[in-house]
């Protein structure tokens, strides 16, 4: 189950949200070249991803940043894309441009941090953008919760589009990260679980000062926890898996 669109575009154009995808693919197509050559790409990530028995020692600090434009594949890019393609548009909307910049990479830091805290003496590089992405939707959950969701939901042959609201999406999704943080070995690789829960609540902190500026819970009334803008109405292509009638 992944998301494939909201039914609030923003209400004007996402620059950054723009820039910060074309950094993305631009840097992800600078090195992939040298993906299938062992020696090369662990060079790369030693120099430019995070390993957080190197930071925990004070060293590499600058890859807190460089790791947030790095990517381990193409579908690892295109996931973490289309989340910021999803949720950052509205964030930037009702930031602005620069706020929405500034708050994007305090979070991507932040939830760097927040996996070298919980993994000191991993030596496993870790890359992506995926924790100032899960800082965007903690930001998103506190200030459009009602938000709707169009989720295409894959069960084997089963395809089907359906519409949540956000906070229940963004809770799954929050959920299975803070499950499998309690479940992973960093030390392991794999998913930087933590950096993606950390990265969350990073986002949804930061965005509290935002929220009670334009009213708190008096601005969820207003705008019934959408964002402040028409909504877009989408047809919804039904299933191509044929129904058998119940006997």
Known sequence: MFPIRDHNPSGRTPYVVYLLMAANILIFISYVGIMDNDRLISRFYFDYAVIPARIADGFALETLFTSMFLHGGWMHLAGNMLFLWIFGDNLEDEMGHLPF???????????????????????????????????????????????????????????RVFTIPAFIMLGIWLGIQFVGSLASNPDEGGVAYWAHTGG???????????????????????????????????????????????K
């Open 200 to 246: 969350f609540l990073v986002g949804l902190i930061l965005c509290i000062p935002l929220w009670l500026k334009r009213g708190g819970p008096e601005y969820w009334s207003r705008t019934h926890g959408h964002p402040p803008h028409p909504e877009h109405k989408y047809k919804l292509s039904q299933s191509r898996i044929p129904r058998v009638p119940r």
């Open 101 to 159: 910049l500034l708050f994007y990479l305090i979070a991507g830091i932040g939830a760097g941090l927040i996996h070298v805290v919980t993994a000191p003496d991993s030596v496993v590089p870790t890359i992506g953008a995926s924790g100032a992405i899960a800082g965007v939707m903690g930001g998103y959950l506190l200030l459009f919760p009602k938000a709707r969701v169009d989720v295409l939901l894959i069960l084997i042959v089963y395809f």
